[in-house]
């Protein structure tokens, strides 16, 4: 019989590609989303002819008869996302974030599956490296070090570590995954995080072309490895709850040289105009993919010159 699956979040970024990709693996898959910022374009029309639309606010309890249950899986991907909507509305993204989660565990509490995921962050790892706790590549074990509370871009990672803590308590009635997502891009990922930004100007023939933090480094990760390890994890049979990075350790990279990438495969060639990094942004990220690869034997496969060529594509058209 085919895998039941359910993807909150399912309209937006990552969550499109994974129901995507479990649609094609053969999955029945229902999609709750309230679309606050997934999107009803041509590529998720075309994904609704394969998957049940469930619109609902996860800011409130789900209905009894709205979704009902038994799942095989159940990977949790609906949040506010995106620095500049946590700097907007701090009180905004912590809240929907906690109570989403919060009413989804009541939710599978009473539907349990057969595993849930839960889509964390690379930020939760920012402020041991910054403060010198941690090292990168940093693995899963990092304390977490909120080096300004009272910040409002603290909101996000707090809202995602509450998430974690929360979903770990549930390990004892069904088995749970956390997968901290570091910097996945690709097509369909809207246009507030560098790459399409980057993409974005390129393609409007921006000159000058600023560059925020050039020095700052990243590891950027294609969404379709992101999700064959996000699905890799989910299915890995221990029973409790794990809790993995996911990401691309391969090709570390200034935000100078990713815009020289981006530029080159646009074919636009102005000056660059380097400028300071956004407040708050770290200077390194890079995340330590043991855990992962020890869990899945997962292993990254599509270049950033591929991935790049990719998601310009998407742009482009
Ligand atoms: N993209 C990345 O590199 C990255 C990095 C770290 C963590 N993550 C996490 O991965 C998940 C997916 O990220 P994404 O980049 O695809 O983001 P996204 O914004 O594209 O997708 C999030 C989806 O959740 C939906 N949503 C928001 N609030 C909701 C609510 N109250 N009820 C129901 N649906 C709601 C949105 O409409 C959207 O479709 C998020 O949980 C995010 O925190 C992503």
New binding site residues.
């Given amino acids: 019989m085919a895998e039941r699956v359910l993807v ?9 590609h994974l129901a995507r990709r479990l649609v094609e693996d053969g999955a029945e898959v229902v999609v ?8 009803l374009d041509a590529d998720f029309q075309e994904l609704l002819e394969h998957v049940r639309l469930v619109r ?4 409130a309890p789900v209905p009894a008869d709205l979704v009902t249950g038994p799942f095989d899986a159940v990977y ?7 620095v500049q909507r946590t700097l907007d509305r701090p009180a905004h993204v912590l809240s ?2 906690v ?2 989660v919060l009413n989804l565990m009541d939710w599978c509490r009473a539907n349990p599956p057969g595993v849930l995921f839960f ?5 939760i790892a920012d402020g041991a490296v910054r403060t010198g706790l941690a090292h990168l590549p940093a693995p899963e074990s990092v304390p977490y070090v909120a080096v300004e509370p009272w910040a409002p871009r603290t909101a ?1 990672s707090l809202s ?1 570590i509450t998430g974690e803590l929360l979903l770990t308590q549930c390990a004892a009635d069904f088995p749970v995954r956390i997968g ?6 690709g097509p369909r ?2 246009d507030s ?1 560098v790459i399409p930004q980057f993409l974005r100007r390129a393609l409007a023939g921006a000159d000058p072309f600023a560059v925020y933090g050039p020095h700052q480094t990243r590891a950027f ?1 294609y969404v379709a490895d ?1 999700v064959t390890a996000t699905v890799a994890l989910t299915g890995s049979g221990a029973p409790g709850a794990l809790v993995a990075n996911i990401g691309n350790d391969s090709e570390e990279i200034t935000a100078e040289q990713l815009a020289l990438r981006v530029l080159d495969v646009v074919g636009h060639h102005p000056k660059l105009e380097l400028l300071g990094p956004p407040a708050g942004s770290p200077d390194r990220r890079l995340p330590d993919l043991t855990a992962l690869r020890d869990l899945t034997g997962y292993e990254p496969r599509v270049p950033l010159a591929e991935g790049l060529r990719l998601t310009h594509e998407w742009y482009a058209r």
């Fill in positions: 909150t979040g399912g309209s937006g970024f990552i969550g499109y709750l989303d309230d679309f606050s910022r997934g999107r609902h606010d996860l800011r949790h991907l609906a949040a506010v996302v995106g929907t974030n109570l989403a889509s964390s962050t690379s930020e996000y995602k901290r997502y570091h910097n996945v891009y990922m809207g995080h990760c992101a």
